[in-house]
Every structure is written in C-alpha cells, then in structure tokens.
C-alpha cells in the first residue's frame, strides 16, 4: 500500500467525515472519486456503468430500500438484475405470463389471442422457433454483454446475403423473375462506377481532385465496380461479381457468367440499389448475432438471475401513486382481484401509452410526455416448411430477401442449416402494410403472404408449407405497438419530467433512448434509471 492511501477503515471513517461536514450529496460524489459509487458522468456512457453494490451501503449506513418494477420486459428485468445486486427488495409486475416484454419467441404450443379476440396456437415442430419481436444483435451493443455475463450462448446472424433475394414487382419483375442481391449489387455499383470514372477522366472534377487524387480514384472505381479500364472507355460489361450462370467447376469447366446484362438506366429504374446502404448501417452491419434456441433466452436467463418468486406474474398494474416517502402501486393479480404493493421507489419499465392510461398523481406535465410519444406497428409471420428448399433449391443459407411487395422483407433461418425442417420470416413489414395485415385473421395473413411468397420462389413456397404463426404487435395484449415514434427525439424538453423525474417514480424503456425498438435501448435506459434511484437511496 502506498503512503497516503487509507484503509478500508479509513476510508470508511473518511466517507462518514465527509458526510457530516458536507451532506450526503458531499459523500456520495467522494464515493464517486473513489470509485465506490456510480458518477453522473459513468452513467451516460453504457461501458462506464457500474453497478450498485451493497458495500455502498455498508459505507453510508443506509438501507437498500424496497422498489417495485412495472412491466418485466429487458428495462424492467435490467432494473431488478442491476438492483439486486445491491441488496435492494425488488418486485416486478408484469401483466403476462412470461418475461421479455416485445422480446417473445414462439415456439410449438404457445398460444396467443390478440385484442380481436383471435386466438392462435403455434404447431411448429421440435427445434423450430419464431423470433415474433427482436431477433438480431450488433455485436456493439450492450446486450451482449449480459449474455455473457448471464451464461447465454450466441450465434451468427446472418442480416445480409449475396445469394438472398430483391423482387420489385412495381419496376417491371415478374413472378419467378428476382434478381440475387449480388447480381443487383454488381450492377448498380458497376454503373455508377462508370459514370464517375468517365466523369473524372473527362475533368469534370478537376476543381475537386488533384491529378494524383484522380489515378488513385480511377484505380479504386475500376476494382470497386469491376469495369474497364481507359483503354475500354471505364464501361462496366458486368463479370464474376454478377455471378454465374453455370459455375466454374473441374478443369475443362470454366463456368459461363450471367447474361443478360441491364443497361444502366434499367438498373437504376429498378429500385435495387435503394437496399445496399442496409449493410452499411451502424446497428445492421455484420457481424451480427443471436442467442442460440431463440432471443427469449436473454429475458428468461434475467429471470432466473433475479428469482422468478420475484416476478409477479398475471398482475396487471392499475394506479401508482407517489408521495414524499414512498410510492403505491394499485393491480390485479392473476384472479382478478385488486392489490396494492407499497415501495420506497418505483420504476416504471412499461410502455409510455399504457402508463399513460394507468390512474397516478404523476402530474400534468408526465402526463403529457406520455402521450406525446405514440405506439408504432410491426408484424411479422412465421412460415414452417417441411423441406429446407430454399437451401437446396436456391442455395440461400440465411439472410435477407428485399421485396416492394407488402410482404417487404422475407427472412431465411440462421440456424438448423441442412436440417429436415425450417421457419422462414413470411414477412416482416411495418406501418400501413402491417396495419393491412394486422385487419386480416391469421388464416388470411398467411394465405396472403404465401400468395405474393410464391412470386419470388416458386410453387414451393406453398406446396411445403406446414404451417404458420403470425403477429401484429400493435394488437398484442398489454403491448399495443412495436416500438415508438418521438417526435423531437428523446431529449426535447417535453421528455424532460421522464428523463429527470424529480419524484419517487422513475422511468426506463428503449423509448427513452438513442436506439428505440433495440434491447440494446431497453437496458441502457434501464442504467441510466438505476444510477439515479441509487443516487438518491445513498443521499436519503
């Protein structure tokens, strides 16, 4: 030990000086000096949080406290795993029969009945799953993190394959007519490879570029677009990167590249190069990933951690009301009968239209930022198929296929390659096509999604179906939406009463953050909101 460093002891004596000289808020900033406390600066940044821990409290004297949690989806489980670590008493209210929130993977047997009254039960086999709400994960993101740290094995997701589909019926394709992503790629990087090779040659960037900068671009353009040369006039005639129509095989079999070569006007006519940026986007880029057996193993393994007894599932909050001391949270348990719940903090982790609805002395201005925020719409559907044909038949192992279609997005499995069975993402769609969807049964849905499915693949695309499963999240008991739209973003100051909340009563969801409809979202507001209720407990 160095001179001049006290002891635990010490230290301890230190914090309790300096909390009767200068007041708790003195003591709790040395803590964070210290290292012994979070820090209003550790808090904004998601990989300097640090967890409460109990030896805060062993420093200060004061007691953990009680919280109650409203809603056990990933903010509200992160609050409880995070707090608990401290010793706080927490209790979760969750309104379903299961942790996870819009984290919800079907799977054989699970049934679900939606705000119309229409019941569904999943028949897909042994093994196979959908993935209803989230179903990827950047490999940034801080969800990752708790997987591992809660014992949660991950597996690639693939978001982006060249051998997947672009089908856009509106630009002149026909059924059994898509065209690969790879070809599509090559075609419109091609193009624009030329015209801005042809344009630099020919000066046109001669106030932009010095002479040196120019080779140097031509040289990229020329690998980047797989066009000519000078000597060929910088013109794209397409190559390997299309693909190919027979592929090199033995020596004697060189293979015959793709005919049938678009011009340029063609290309861009078609729409196709509307998709490409996807891959370049900072939350879908590859690597990305998900747990193996389905995204609910994260939720799930959260509610092992904190202890299912807990998780008071079935209940359904009703009232919350604050005072100076404390919070009281009025709900249903799962017979119906009303309860009340009283707690030192409360976190409210449930999603803002539906706390808005809740009977509470929040005040006027809460009140209005939660209904300021409103519910967004997704649907997705599950297609199980008794063959893996689209590996076998389209050699399309994962990924994604684009369509303009109201399907706008078919998803193949990342997992199970080469097994007997597999469940593709009929559509995923959002906005006005997922309302159209959502009016349908689930008998019309998939009749539907099947019928536009076949333009793109083939008669397989129904004579293998076994079965299917869908959902429309803005009809989801509890849920009512998908995600959030913010107007202003979330830091305008009508959010403000909820991004620093003055009461007992503080408030978590991935609609309080930079990366609404992310786990990732969900658990750093979450963070955030356990900094500040621990904050307050040590200066109580």
Not at 193 to 209: F, N, P, V, W
Not at 278 to 286: G, H, K, S, V
Not at 447 to 471: C, D, P, T, W
Request: glycine content about 12%; aromatic content about 10%.
């Amino acid at each position: 030990m160095t001179q001049g460093q006290p002891t635990g002891l010490d230290r301890r004596g230190f914090l309790r000086a300096v909390g009767i000289t200068g007041g708790a808020g003195a003591m709790f900033a040395t803590m964070g000096a210290l290292g012994l406390a979070p820090t209003a600066q550790a808090a904004g940044r998601g990989g300097d949080f640090r967890a409460p821990s109990t030896a805060d409290f062993h420093l200060t004297g004061r007691r953990a406290g009680k919280v109650v949690v409203l809603g056990a989806g990933l903010a509200g489980l992160t609050t409880a795993y995070e707090l608990g670590k401290a010793g706080y008493d927490c209790t979760i209210l969750e309104p379903r029969d299961r942790p996870g929130g819009r984290n919800y993977t079907v799977r054989g047997g699970d049934t679900h009945t939606d705000l119309d009254g229409r019941t569904q039960t999943a028949a897909f086999s042994q093994g196979q799953y959908l993935n209803a709400g989230p179903a990827r994960l950047a490999q940034w993101m801080v969800t990752l993190d708790y997987c591992r740290e809660l014992g949660v094995p991950i597996e690639v997701f693939t978001n982006s394959n060249a051998d997947a589909y672009i089908y856009h019926e509106s630009a002149g394709m026909r059924p059994g007519q898509p065209v690969r992503y790879r070809t599509a790629k090559a075609d419109t990087f091609g193009y624009v490879s030329e015209l801005l090779a042809k344009a630099t040659d020919q000066g046109a960037l001669d106030q932009e570029l010095t002479a040196q900068d120019k080779e140097r671009l031509l040289s990229f353009l020329e690998d980047f677009g797989e066009i000519g040369g000078r000597s060929d006039g910088w013109a794209y005639a397409g190559g390997a990167n299309r693909g190919y129509a027979t592929w090199p095989g033995a020596a004697g079999t060189p293979g015959a590249l793709l005919g049938d070569l678009p011009t340029a006007s063609e290309v861009f006519a078609s729409g196709v190069g509307r998709h490409f940026a996807f891959e370049f986007e900072f939350d879908q880029a590859m690597l990305m990933f998900q747990p193996v057996g389905g995204m609910d193993r994260i939720p799930r393994a959260f509610a092992r951690a904190i202890g299912d007894h807990r998780i008071r599932y079935a209940c359904q909050a009703t009232s919350l009301v604050q005072s100076a001391g404390g919070v009281a949270v009025g709900y249903t348990d799962p017979g119906g009968r009303p309860r009340r719940i009283e707690a030192d903090y409360c976190v409210a982790a449930m999603p803002p239209h539906l706390l808005a609805r809740l009977t509470h002395n929040l005040g006027p201005d809460v009140q209005t930022a939660l209904t300021t925020i409103r519910p967004s719409s997704a649907g997705k559907i599950g297609l199980e198929y008794r063959s893996r044909w689209w590996e076998t038949d389209h050699r399309i192992y994962g990924g994604i296929t684009e369509t303009d279609l109201d399907l706008s997005h078919i998803w193949y499995p990342s997992y199970g390659h080469h097994g007997r069975r597999g469940v593709i993402v009929g559509y995923y769609n959002t906005g006005s096509n997922a309302d159209a969807y959502a009016a349908l049964t689930p008998a019309e849905r998939e009749a539907r999604a099947v019928m536009q499915g076949v333009k793109i693949h083939g008669e397989k695309y129904r004579s293998e179906l076994s079965n299917s499963f869908s959902i429309a999240w803005k009809r989801v008991r509890h849920l009512e939406g998908a995600w959030h739209s913010i107007p202003g973003g979330t830091d305008a100051a009508v959010y403000k009463p909820l991004n620093e909340p003055a009461g007992r009563v503080l408030y978590a969801g991935d609609w309080l953050s930079y990366m609404d409809a992310w786990q990732h979202g969900a658990i750093l507001s979450a963070r955030k909101a356990v900094t500040a209720l621990h904050s307050r407990a040590l200066k109580a």
